[in-house]
Every structure is written in structure tokens, then in C-alpha cells.
Nanobody, 126 residues
Framework: QVQLVESGGALVQAGGSLRLSCAPS????????MGWFRQAPGKGREFVAA????????YYADSVKGRFTITRDNAKNTMYLQMISLKPEDTAVYYC???????????????????WGQGTQVTVSS
């Protein structure tokens, strides 16, 4: 099973930007859809964004639409989450995960994703 490693989390001020990266250890993920999720303190994990294997299908949670951009570079075996206009409510541990197929049917569902990484902390100060 692919193990994923997230990086790029940091403490930033509201309105700032960050770019998170996700890379697998031991295997390529170029044939699989991928996703970003987050878990804020005291809350459950929530979906952030997903991207199909080719990048041709992308889906965002309403809360991040227009501020976050998910991309992938299969040649570098890396997925990214560019975040701008960050808000304190974006504070969370961010996780990446892989989907068992090249794309999802209907809407991407958290339960379909696996190979969760350890997460990277994003803290947005007001």
C-alpha cells in the first residue's frame, strides 16, 4: 500500500499563503486519484479537495473554493495544495490520501480514500 508524506505546513497570518506537498514513499501514485483532507482541533476530518489521476477532474469543498488550488505533477510524483487568503478557520492538520481508482464516481467520498499520511499542521493566526 502506498504511504504518503505531507509537508509544507506552517504558522501564517490571516490573508497569507502556503503550499502543501504530498509525495508517496515506495510507489508511484500517478495512476490514482488523490485528495486533501483536514482536521481542525476538536472536529472530525473533512474533505478539502480531490484531483483525478490526470488532473482532468477536480473537486473542492465549498469552504475553500476560490482560495485553494489542487494540482499534481505525475512526473515528480507529487501533489500540491496551494492555499491563498488563509483564514483562522483553515487552521487544521492537513492530510493527503489516495483513491483506489483513477477518478471517482459522483462526488469524492472520504471513505473511498486510503493510505493516509501523518499530516502537516497549518495554523493561521488572526
Amino acid at each position: 500500500q502506498v504511504q504518503l508524506v505531507e509537508s509544507g505546513g506552517a504558522l501564517v497570518q490571516a490573508g497569507g499563503s502556503l503550499r502543501l506537498s504530498c509525495a508517496p514513499s515506495g510507489r508511484t501514485f500517478s495512476n490514482y486519484a488523490m485528495g486533501w483532507f483536514r482536521q481542525a482541533p476538536g472536529k472530525g476530518r473533512e474533505f478539502v479537495a480531490a484531483i483525478s489521476w490526470s488532473g482532468g477532474s477536480i473537486y473542492y469543498a465549498d469552504s475553500v473554493k476560490g482560495r485553494f488550488t489542487i494540482t499534481r505533477d505525475n512526473a515528480k510524483n507529487t501533489m500540491y495544495l496551494q492555499m491563498i487568503s488563509l483564514k483562522p478557520e483553515d487552521t487544521a492538520v492537513y492530510y493527503c490520501a489516495s483513491h483506489p481508482r483513477r477518478t471517482w464516481f459522483g462526488l469524492p467520498r472520504e471513505g473511498d480514500f486510503g493510505s493516509w499520511g501523518q499530516g502537516t499542521q497549518v495554523t493561521v493566526s488572526s
